[in-house]
Protein backbone atom coordinates (compact mmCIF):
# COMPACT_ATOMS: atom_id res chain seq x y z
CA UNK A 1 0.00 0.00 0.00
CA UNK A 2 1.30 3.67 -0.52
CA UNK A 3 1.90 6.19 2.05
CA UNK A 4 4.12 7.96 3.82
CA UNK A 5 6.60 6.34 6.50
CA UNK A 6 8.34 8.34 9.27
CA UNK A 7 10.76 6.98 11.47
CA UNK A 8 11.63 6.50 14.40
CA UNK A 9 8.34 6.85 16.41
CA UNK A 10 10.49 7.80 19.31
CA UNK A 11 13.61 10.27 19.41
CA UNK A 12 15.30 11.35 22.36
CA UNK A 13 17.67 14.63 22.19
CA UNK A 14 20.97 14.99 24.30
CA UNK A 15 21.25 18.94 24.73
CA UNK A 16 23.43 20.65 21.92
CA UNK A 17 22.68 17.82 19.82
CA UNK A 18 21.59 18.11 15.99
CA UNK A 19 18.86 14.55 15.15
CA UNK A 20 17.21 13.87 11.92
CA UNK A 21 13.70 12.93 11.56
CA UNK A 22 13.10 11.13 8.40
CA UNK A 23 10.11 10.63 5.93
CA UNK A 24 9.80 8.57 3.17
CA UNK A 25 6.78 8.11 0.65
CA UNK A 26 6.08 6.40 -2.14
CA UNK A 27 2.25 7.85 -2.97
CA UNK A 28 4.39 9.43 -6.26
CA UNK A 29 3.96 13.02 -4.93
CA UNK A 30 5.82 15.65 -5.94
CA UNK A 31 5.11 18.32 -2.29
CA UNK A 32 6.16 17.22 1.00
CA UNK A 33 6.06 19.24 4.25
CA UNK A 34 6.76 19.30 7.85
CA UNK A 35 4.70 20.46 10.60
CA UNK A 36 5.14 20.55 14.81
CA UNK A 37 2.29 20.06 16.40
CA UNK A 38 2.54 20.83 20.41
CA UNK A 39 -0.23 19.51 23.46
CA UNK A 40 -3.53 21.49 22.69
CA UNK A 41 -2.28 22.75 19.75
CA UNK A 42 -2.67 22.96 15.98
CA UNK A 43 -0.02 22.12 13.28
CA UNK A 44 2.44 24.87 12.81
CA UNK A 45 4.59 24.33 9.26
CA UNK A 46 8.05 24.29 9.68
CA UNK A 47 9.50 23.75 5.71
CA UNK A 48 8.18 22.64 3.03
CA UNK A 49 9.18 21.51 -0.95
CA UNK A 50 7.27 21.53 -3.98
CA UNK A 51 9.73 20.09 -6.25
CA UNK A 52 13.42 18.16 -5.69
CA UNK A 53 16.32 20.44 -4.70
CA UNK A 54 13.73 23.01 -3.73
CA UNK A 55 12.20 23.91 -0.68
CA UNK A 56 10.44 27.11 1.56
CA UNK A 57 11.11 27.89 5.00
CA UNK A 58 7.18 28.14 6.82
CA UNK A 59 5.87 29.65 9.53
CA UNK A 60 8.57 28.37 12.21
CA UNK A 61 11.67 27.22 10.26
CA UNK A 62 14.57 28.88 12.72
CA UNK A 63 16.54 25.52 14.38
CA UNK A 64 15.81 23.59 11.78
CA UNK A 65 17.05 22.50 8.05
CA UNK A 66 15.72 19.82 5.40
CA UNK A 67 16.77 18.58 2.22
CA UNK A 68 15.09 17.22 -0.49
CA UNK A 69 17.47 14.97 -2.94
CA UNK A 70 15.15 12.52 -3.95
CA UNK A 71 11.22 13.22 -4.62
CA UNK A 72 10.55 10.16 -2.22
CA UNK A 73 12.35 11.71 0.26
CA UNK A 74 12.37 14.86 2.93
CA UNK A 75 14.05 14.50 6.35
CA UNK A 76 13.92 17.55 8.78
CA UNK A 77 17.31 18.08 11.18
CA UNK A 78 16.38 19.64 14.33
CA UNK A 79 19.58 21.35 15.15
CA UNK A 80 20.89 22.31 18.40
CA UNK A 81 20.03 25.82 17.42
CA UNK A 82 16.51 24.77 18.41
CA UNK A 83 15.60 25.19 22.16
CA UNK A 84 12.73 23.97 22.92
CA UNK A 85 12.30 20.56 20.41
CA UNK A 86 9.89 18.82 22.40
CA UNK A 87 7.17 18.06 20.23
CA UNK A 88 5.50 15.72 17.98
CA UNK A 89 6.52 16.04 14.01
CA UNK A 90 4.47 15.38 10.89
CA UNK A 91 5.10 15.02 7.92
CA UNK A 92 2.67 15.12 4.64
CA UNK A 93 3.13 15.16 1.18
CA UNK A 94 0.24 16.34 -1.82
CA UNK A 95 -0.11 15.91 -5.26
CA UNK A 96 1.39 19.49 -6.57
CA UNK A 97 1.06 23.10 -5.83
CA UNK A 98 -2.47 23.10 -5.81
CA UNK A 99 -5.86 22.68 -3.33
CA UNK A 100 -5.07 18.86 -2.82
CA UNK A 101 -5.23 17.60 0.22
CA UNK A 102 -2.72 16.66 2.31
CA UNK A 103 -1.48 12.85 3.44
CA UNK A 104 0.10 12.41 7.05
CA UNK A 105 2.70 9.78 8.53
CA UNK A 106 2.56 9.10 11.91
CA UNK A 107 4.58 10.93 13.25
CA UNK A 108 7.63 11.19 15.60
CA UNK A 109 7.89 12.41 19.39
CA UNK A 110 11.02 13.96 20.21
CA UNK A 111 12.06 14.32 23.83
CA UNK A 112 14.62 16.11 25.04
CA UNK A 113 16.98 13.96 27.70
CA UNK B 1 -3.65 36.30 6.46
CA UNK B 2 -5.42 33.10 6.69
CA UNK B 3 -6.79 32.21 10.45
CA UNK B 4 -9.19 29.28 10.74
CA UNK B 5 -11.48 29.10 14.55
CA UNK B 6 -12.93 26.53 16.17
CA UNK B 7 -14.99 25.26 18.68
CA UNK B 8 -13.32 24.85 21.86
CA UNK B 9 -13.43 21.03 23.29
CA UNK B 10 -13.89 18.95 24.34
CA UNK B 11 -17.17 18.04 23.89
CA UNK B 12 -18.40 14.86 25.56
CA UNK B 13 -21.40 12.97 23.89
CA UNK B 14 -23.58 10.05 24.70
CA UNK B 15 -23.29 7.73 21.98
CA UNK B 16 -25.87 7.61 19.24
CA UNK B 17 -25.97 11.54 20.02
CA UNK B 18 -26.02 14.04 17.25
CA UNK B 19 -22.23 15.90 16.94
CA UNK B 20 -21.81 19.58 15.67
CA UNK B 21 -18.34 20.83 15.58
CA UNK B 22 -18.42 24.43 14.25
CA UNK B 23 -15.41 25.88 12.24
CA UNK B 24 -15.31 29.26 10.56
CA UNK B 25 -12.64 30.35 8.36
CA UNK B 26 -10.39 34.22 6.93
CA UNK B 27 -9.14 33.82 3.84
CA UNK B 28 -9.05 35.77 0.28
CA UNK B 29 -9.79 34.00 -2.77
CA UNK B 30 -10.75 30.64 -2.59
CA UNK B 31 -9.58 28.26 -0.71
CA UNK B 32 -10.56 24.05 -0.56
CA UNK B 33 -12.07 23.48 3.02
CA UNK B 34 -11.16 20.10 5.25
CA UNK B 35 -11.37 17.95 8.12
CA UNK B 36 -8.98 15.79 8.91
CA UNK B 37 -9.00 13.44 12.17
CA UNK B 38 -6.17 12.31 14.75
CA UNK B 39 -6.19 9.31 16.93
CA UNK B 40 -4.31 8.83 19.71
CA UNK B 41 -0.26 8.95 19.33
CA UNK B 42 -1.20 8.80 15.20
CA UNK B 43 -0.61 11.27 12.43
CA UNK B 44 -3.45 12.94 10.67
CA UNK B 45 -6.14 11.41 8.49
CA UNK B 46 -8.07 13.06 5.97
CA UNK B 47 -11.99 12.60 6.51
CA UNK B 48 -13.50 15.05 4.24
CA UNK B 49 -13.20 18.14 1.66
CA UNK B 50 -14.86 20.54 -0.04
CA UNK B 51 -13.12 22.34 -2.92
CA UNK B 52 -15.97 25.08 -3.66
CA UNK B 53 -18.85 27.63 -2.32
CA UNK B 54 -21.82 25.28 -1.57
CA UNK B 55 -19.92 21.64 -1.73
CA UNK B 56 -20.78 18.97 0.68
CA UNK B 57 -18.10 16.70 1.99
CA UNK B 58 -18.98 13.39 3.54
CA UNK B 59 -17.13 9.99 4.76
CA UNK B 60 -18.13 7.61 6.99
CA UNK B 61 -21.30 9.39 8.33
CA UNK B 62 -19.69 12.82 8.49
CA UNK B 63 -20.53 15.95 6.76
CA UNK B 64 -19.94 19.49 5.92
CA UNK B 65 -20.69 22.23 3.72
CA UNK B 66 -18.61 24.99 2.30
CA UNK B 67 -20.95 28.10 3.35
CA UNK B 68 -18.94 31.00 1.63
CA UNK B 69 -21.88 33.48 2.95
CA UNK B 70 -21.19 32.60 6.47
CA UNK B 71 -17.78 31.58 5.90
CA UNK B 72 -18.12 28.21 7.61
CA UNK B 73 -17.44 24.55 7.64
CA UNK B 74 -19.10 22.68 9.91
CA UNK B 75 -18.96 19.16 10.74
CA UNK B 76 -21.54 17.34 11.28
CA UNK B 77 -22.93 13.58 12.37
CA UNK B 78 -25.95 12.34 13.15
CA UNK B 79 -25.01 9.45 15.66
CA UNK B 80 -21.53 9.23 17.03
CA UNK B 81 -20.27 5.65 18.17
CA UNK B 82 -17.14 5.24 21.19
CA UNK B 83 -14.91 4.84 18.11
CA UNK B 84 -15.19 8.17 17.02
CA UNK B 85 -13.66 9.80 19.87
CA UNK B 86 -10.10 11.45 18.54
CA UNK B 87 -9.05 15.14 18.05
CA UNK B 88 -10.62 17.03 14.49
CA UNK B 89 -9.44 19.37 12.36
CA UNK B 90 -10.32 22.22 10.33
CA UNK B 91 -8.11 23.46 7.84
CA UNK B 92 -8.36 25.18 4.70
CA UNK B 93 -5.90 25.11 1.75
CA UNK B 94 -4.87 28.61 -0.67
CA UNK B 95 -2.98 28.49 -3.66
CA UNK B 96 -1.33 31.12 -4.09
CA UNK B 97 0.24 30.73 -7.55
CA UNK B 98 3.32 29.17 -6.26
CA UNK B 99 2.80 27.27 -3.31
CA UNK B 100 -0.25 25.14 -1.20
CA UNK B 101 -0.14 25.57 2.01
CA UNK B 102 -2.67 24.30 4.64
CA UNK B 103 -3.68 26.79 7.74
CA UNK B 104 -4.78 24.58 10.61
CA UNK B 105 -7.80 25.28 13.23
CA UNK B 106 -6.21 24.12 17.16
CA UNK B 107 -8.55 21.33 17.03
CA UNK B 108 -11.46 20.30 18.91
CA UNK B 109 -11.38 17.01 21.15
CA UNK B 110 -14.38 14.68 21.06
CA UNK B 111 -14.79 11.64 23.58
CA UNK B 112 -17.74 9.94 22.98
CA UNK B 113 -19.02 7.50 25.94
CA UNK B 114 -21.73 4.54 26.28
Known amino acids: DGGITQSPKYLFRKEGQNVTLSCEQNLNHDAMYWYRQDPGQGLRLIYYSQIVNDFQKGDIAEGYSVSREKKESFPLTVTSAQKNPTAFYLC????????????FGDGTRLSIL | GDSVTQMEGPVTLSEEAFLTINCTYTATGYPSLFWYVQYPGEGLQLLLKATKADDKGSNKGFEATYRKETTSFHLEKGSVQVSDSAVYFC?????????????FGTGTRLQVTL
Open chain 1, 92 to 103: ASSLGPSNQPQH
Open chain 2, 91 to 103: ALSRYTGTASKLT
